[in-house]
C-alpha cells in the first residue's frame, strides 16, 4: 500500500499544471477546514472530493488518467480520480460519520475512494466503517468489492464476514490480490476450507470452472497457524 505522500507524487506526476494547481488548492481547503455541525451545505472540500473527476483529466483527450503503477489498496492501475479523492479525505481528517454520509450518497467512484481511504484516516484503529465494508460486499460491483477487501476489511471483518467476502471475490472474479492480508487470515481456518471445499464441488458438479485463485487459499487453510508462509518460485 502506498503511502500518502506517495500517493500524492504518482497523482501530480500525471497532472499538468492545472490539474496540479486544482489537487493542490483541493488539499489545502481539505486541510485548513472545520467541523460545520450547524452549516445547511457541504465544505468547499466535499464538492473538491465530489468533482475530482472532472479536474483530474487528461488534457489531450479529456478522459480520466490511469495510473500505471500499483494504488493505495495494492491495486494498479488505480483511477487517478480515486486517488486524489483519497488524497482530500485524508487532508480533512474525515470522521466516522462523514465517511458515512459521503458514502450513502455519493457515486460509485466516490465510494470506492471512501473504502481505499480508510487505512489513510484515523477511524482506521476502529470498527466503525465496517457497515460501509459489508454494504459493498453486497454489491455486484466488482471495483467496489475489490476496494472493500483492502486493509480495514482485513484488519476489522468479523471471521464469518471475512470469509464470506473471500467467496465473493472468488466468485465474482476480483483476483486474490486484491485482498489484503488474506494469507494471515486464512491460514489454519478450517471453517474457511469447508465453504471453500463446498463452493469448489458446487462449480465441479454444475460443469463450471473452478476459480484458479481457489486452490491457493485452500491450501493455506490447511497450513498450521503460526507456520512459515511457503516461498512462491518467483520468491524462491
Known amino acids: 500500500?502506498?503511502?500518502?505522500?506517495?500517493?500524492?507524487?504518482?497523482v501530480e506526476q500525471r497532472l499538468d499544471e492545472t490539474g496540479r494547481a486544482w489537487l493542490d488548492g483541493a488539499l489545502t481547503d481539505a486541510a485548513t477546514s472545520e467541523p460545520r455541525p450547524d452549516a445547511p451545505g457541504p465544505a468547499r472540500w466535499e464538492l473538491d472530493f465530489a468533482s475530482a473527476g472532472r479536474h483530474v483529466r487528461t488534457p489531450a483527450t479529456g478522459r480520466p488518467v490511469t495510473a500505471d503503477r500499483p494504488g493505495p489498496d495494492g491495486?494498479?492501475?488505480?483511477?487517478?480520480?480515486?486517488a486524489a479523492r483519497v488524497l482530500i479525505l485524508h487532508a480533512a481528517r474525515a470522521d466516522a460519520p462523514t465517511v458515512a454520509r459521503l458514502y450513502a450518497h455519493?457515486?460509485?467512484?466516490?465510494r470506492r475512494a471512501v473504502?481505499?481511504?480508510?487505512?489513510?484516516?484515523?477511524?482506521f484503529a476502529g470498527a466503525d466503517a465496517v457497515p460501509l465494508v459489508e454494504d459493498a460486499l453486497r454489491t455486484n460491483d466488482t471495483r467496489l468489492v475489490a476496494a472493500a477487501v483492502g486493509p480495514y476489511a482485513a484488519r476489522h471483518l468479523s471471521?464469518?464476514?471475512w470469509r464470506q467476502a473471500v467467496l465473493k471475490c472468488l466468485f465474482t472474479g476480483v483476483p486474490l490480490s486484491?485482498?489484503?492480508?488474506?494469507e494471515r487470515r486464512a491460514r489454519?481456518?478450517?471453517e474457511l476450507g469447508r465453504m471453500l471445499g463446498d463452493y469448489a464441488r458446487e462449480r465441479t458438479a454444475a460443469g463450471r470452472p473452478v476459480p484458479g485463485d481457489l486452490d491457493r487459499v485452500l491450501a493455506m487453510t490447511r497450513a498450521l497457524p503460526g507456520a512459515?508462509?511457503?516461498l512462491t518460485r518467483e520468491e524462491s
Open 106 to 110: 455519493g457515486t460509485g467512484a466516490e
Open 115 to 123: 473504502l481505499r481511504a480508510l487505512p489513510h484516516l484515523g477511524l
Open 1 to 10: 500500500m502506498l503511502t500518502v505522500t506517495e500517493l500524492r507524487a504518482a
Open 75 to 82: 491495486l494498479g492501475p488505480v483511477d487517478l480520480p480515486d
Open 159 to 161: 471471521p464469518h464476514s
Open 178 to 182: 486484491a485482498v489484503a492480508d488474506w
Open 188 to 190: 489454519g481456518d478450517g
Open 228 to 230: 512459515p508462509r511457503a
